[in-house]
């Protein structure tokens, strides 16, 4: 395959790099800025999850609802009529 070739001029400036050491309140500071410029940011977060929950069980509910079968409608049976014909005579 093709190699990429390492440049010896930018592997020394990286080996003698070193990054800014920041305190540990440099965090928590662009953290509150954050926090201060998006203040809505963290309620939508927040309100997210509960609404797609319900929106996930309303949606199961109405798919149990829609899916299940319609129950069968009884009727009482109603007692049989019984009638005697005689011969020649009609009902």
Do not use: C, K
């Not at 592997?11 to 500071?29: F, Y």
């Not at 829609?66 to 009727?75: C, D, K, L, Q, S």
């Not at 049989?80 to 005579?89: A, C, D, H, M, T």
Request: without cysteine; aromatic residues 8%; positive net charge.
């Amino acid at each position: 395959m093709n190699e990429p070739r390492r440049d010896p001029e930018l592997d020394w400036i990286r080996s003698e790099w070193q990054s800014a050491h920041l305190p540990p309140s440099a965090d928590a500071a662009v953290l509150a800025a954050y926090r201060r410029r998006f203040p809505a940011a963290r309620q939508v977060r927040r309100l997210w999850l509960p609404l797609a929950a319900a929106a996930f069980v309303t949606l199961v509910a109405v798919a149990l609802v829609r899916v299940r079968p319609a129950e069968p409608e009884y009727r009482p049976v109603a007692q049989p009529r019984i009638v005697v014909l005689s011969q020649g005579e009609r009902p």
